[in-house]
Nanobody
Framework: QVQLVESGGGLVQAGGSLRLSCAAS????????MAWYRQAPGKQRELVAF???????NYADSVKGRFTISRDNGKNTVYLQMNSLKAEDTAVYYC????????WGQGTQVTVSS
């Protein structure tokens, strides 16, 4: 079991930036690919980006070129730098091990005003 704590969300104007952080418990963090997901009101949770254990990033088309995922294995933390935010980026953002469907954290709310 792993505990995940997301932080860094908030209210920002369109075109602004936010940096999300996700701190994970456990000693096997570096072995997992880690991902950021988001869920907007009335919509299903969707994958935003993931980063392999080796540090290779992958992005959903909707955020490519605007978001950057990174990780610090020494701190058991994964980050999501979000630039050029749009109103459609408004959602609760979650991190998790890539492909896992349990042990979700509480998420962090991102609201982008247009």
């Amino acid at each position: 079991q792993v505990q995940l704590v997301e932080s860094g969300g908030g209210l920002v104007q369109a075109g602004g930036s936010l940096r999300l952080s996700c701190a994970a418990s456990g000693s096997s963090f570096s072995a997992y690919a880690m991902a950021w997901y988001r869920q907007a009101p009335g919509k299903q949770r969707e994958l935003v980006a993931f980063i392999t254990s080796g540090g290779s990033p992958n992005y959903a088309d909707s955020v490519k070129g605007r978001f950057t995922i990174s990780r610090d294995n020494g701190k058991n933390t994964v980050y999501l730098q979000m630039n050029s935010l749009k109103a459609e980026d408004t959602a609760v953002y979650y991190c998790n091990r890539y492909g896992f469907r349990y042990d979700w954290g509480q998420g962090t709310q991102v609201t982008v005003s247009s």
